[in-house]
């Protein structure tokens, strides 16, 4: 589980566009994109979806629930539906922290590429939070991310994308279902937030 959150977490907490010389990393058109996750486990599909203009992200974990990235409004959770349904709050000010971190990145492109059949270029990047390389599309789709973090290794690459409408009733909170805190009180995958 904590390489598939170490994966997203590459992607999930990202900026429109960092600089002029880096990708788009935030959708800026409604998609929904299949996964494949390769990292520390067995490799495993995920989805991800976006809603673009609520800056809303929702990524769909097989067997385990879902999470929610409000960007717009800086909150987040994640629904457990095991062994039953769950809601933990996601500390998005540990999240803001790494954001910081991918701003300050160094990209560098590499060139064109298509992957599941869609354009995108590959970039490089390199940071205190480690680094790698991504294949993304002109409109902020990342299709490809590959790159090492903590002492991990792990990736995505994209099977099926799917551009269209997205329900926002999808990435509301559940009514009624019981709250928890998130273990530890940090998010898996991430640093903690450092104190100023």
Known sequence: MRSIFLAISALAFSLPALAQDAPRLFPSRDVAVTYRVSGAGPMQEIT???AAAARL??????????TIADFAGQKGFAVM??????????PMAQAAAHVRALESA??????ADRV???ACTNWRHEGPQGSGTGCFTDDGVMLRSQGAAQ??????????VTYGTQDV??????????AMQMPG??????PPASKK
């Open 57 to 66: 992200m929702r990524v769909e974990l097989p067997g385990m629930g879902y």
């Open 151 to 160: 002492g991990m290794q792990g990736g995505l690459e994209a099977l099926r």
């Open 169 to 178: 009733a999808r990435f509301q909170r559940p009514a009624g279902t019981p």
């Open 185 to 190: 009180g940090t998010l898996p995958g991430l």
């Open 106 to 111: 160094r990209f560098t492109k590499l060139g």
């Open 116 to 118: 599941a059949g869609v």
């Open 48 to 50: 991800m979806a976006w």
């Open 81 to 90: 539906e095991i062994p039953q349904p769950m809601v933990m709050d996601i």
